[in-house]
């Protein structure tokens, strides 16, 4: 087990055929036509675990997410990628989702003209399990009770919070082993944050591995074993949350904790520039 793994919170036994990380992305490189906007990372998501990506914006951290689930036509330029055992670079995202890989998006994307209900049948196109798929229904209006009381409504009519809980309830249609979020507080209320927040945790106790891109690194600190820090396509730090929360840079930069010796203007400039 390497010391990443070793450090993690929980104690998971794995067993997967790439010595026990559930997702290994190795030294990938992305590129946007010529420009290079991952320039060799590498992550490690222990099978069960939450782990987060955190970053300024425009570090890369949706150009992860994306190039992982076959989203960037001909990406990564370089590197690999092994999601439960099988190479799965430029792999079609219709493939990886049958694979056991779920992505929400930036941004809450649901179909606005279908009613919630539909919106989630969508989200089990790839399976055949009728039985399954309504037990999975009935499970999704569980953990958002409020998704249920709206069933019949259209989704392009429900609130940005609702919008985003319908978002993840869809992605977990697909019944993932790996469900990969990206930024799911961006523009929430405090108190629905928590309350989605509460709903990724148990979905992780329920068994299903998470990785988090987040603009809330207090939040996602909070829940996730384990963080790595994204700087202009760059893995800047990694480690145990417990550790990250207590490193000096990223309570500065990420965490608003500005230090008393601090020149305090200059100290703030230079957290506004790099977090939202
Ligand atoms: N479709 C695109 N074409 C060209 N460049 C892009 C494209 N999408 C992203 N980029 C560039 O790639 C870099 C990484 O962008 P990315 O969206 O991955 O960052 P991010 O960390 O998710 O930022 P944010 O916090 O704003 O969501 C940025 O410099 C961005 O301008
Ligand atoms: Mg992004």
């Known amino acids: 087990m390497s010391k990443v793994q070793g450090a993690q919170k929980k104690n998971i036994s794995s067993g997967t055929a790439s010595g026990g990380d559930f997702l290994k992305v190795t030294n990938i490189e992305t590129l946007y036509d010529k420009i290079t906007a991952l320039k060799g990372i590498s992550v490690s998501v222990e099978k069960g675990s939450i782990v987060t990506i955190l970053g300024a914006n425009g570090a890369g951290k949706t150009t992860v997410l994306k190039t992982i689930m076959g989203l960037l036509e001909d990406q990564p330029e370089k590197g690999k990628i092994i999601f439960d055992g099988k190479s799965i670079e430029r792999k079609k995202a219709e493939n990886l989702v049958s694979l056991g890989i ?53 989704a392009g009519t429900l609130s940005g919070g609702e919008q985003q809980m319908l978002a993840i309830a869809r992605g977990l249609m697909s019944r993932p082993k790996l469900l990969m979020l990206d930024e799911p507080s961006l523009g ?24 988090l ?32 929360m207590e490193n000096e840079d990223v309570k500065e930069f990420y965490l608003g904790v500005v230090k008393e010796d601090s020149v305090k203007g200059f100290k703030r400039y230079k957290r506004k520039k790099r977090w939202r």
């Open 188 to 211: 929430l209320a405090p108190i629905l944050v928590g309350e989605i927040f509460d709903i990724i945790k148990e979905i992780n106790k329920e068994g299903v591995t998470i990785l």
């Open 102 to 154: 779920s992505y929400v998006p930036e941004g809450r994307e649901v179909f606005p003209e279908l009613t919630v209900k539909e919106n989630l049948k969508m989200g089990s196109y790839t399976r055949k399990d009728k039985k399954g798929i309504t037990e999975d229904y009935e499970r999704m209006i569980g953990y958002f009770p409020v998704l249920g009381e709206r069933k019949r409504q259209l």
């Open 213 to 244: 891109v987040e603009q809330n690194a207090n939040l996602a600190l909070q829940i996730a074993d384990y963080g790595y820090v994204l700087e202009t396509g760059r893995i800047v730090l990694s480690n145990t949350c417990k550790k990250l």
